[in-house]
């Protein structure tokens, strides 16, 4: 792909599984992207809290630097996962994040 950008669905933001916990800092081509997590209980029923460290690494190949500011991308944010589960129901969370 000499000098063209690829549409949205065809590139990769870093964000994190099932919600966005690291921020859009432009879309890249290739990436690869890790996720660490402990999931604690509470003493409230179905309820949980995950702490998160999630890093990524991303980059462009055959891209003309006219429309990207560099090649390649690097990004690491702590979170904090809040979830309600009840089983077999639904569930909700809220995904905190603050880019390093």
């Known amino acids: 792909m000499n ?7 065809k ?12 921020y859009n800092n432009e879309d890249r081509d290739n990436a690869v992207v890790a996720s660490f997590g402990l999931r ?3 003493p409230l029923k179905d ?3 995950t702490p998160f460290y999630d ?3 991303s980059w462009c190949e055959n891209v003309s630097k006219l429309y990207r500011v ?4 690097y990004m690491d944010t702590y979170d904090l996962q809040l979830l ?3 089983t077999g129901n639904f569930y909700v969370k809220l995904d905190l994040a ?3």
Not at 70 to 73: A, D, Y
């Open 84 to 86: 309600y589960n009840k």
């Open 3 to 9: 000098l063209f950008i690829l549409d949205n669905s």
């Open 40 to 42: 604690m209980t509470t």
């Open 98 to 100: 603050k880019a390093l």
């Open 70 to 73: 560099s090649e390649t991308n």
């Open 47 to 49: 309820f949980y809290i």
């Open 55 to 57: 890093i990524g690494y």
């Open 11 to 22: 590139t990769i933001s870093l964000v994190g599984p099932y919600g966005v916990r690291v």
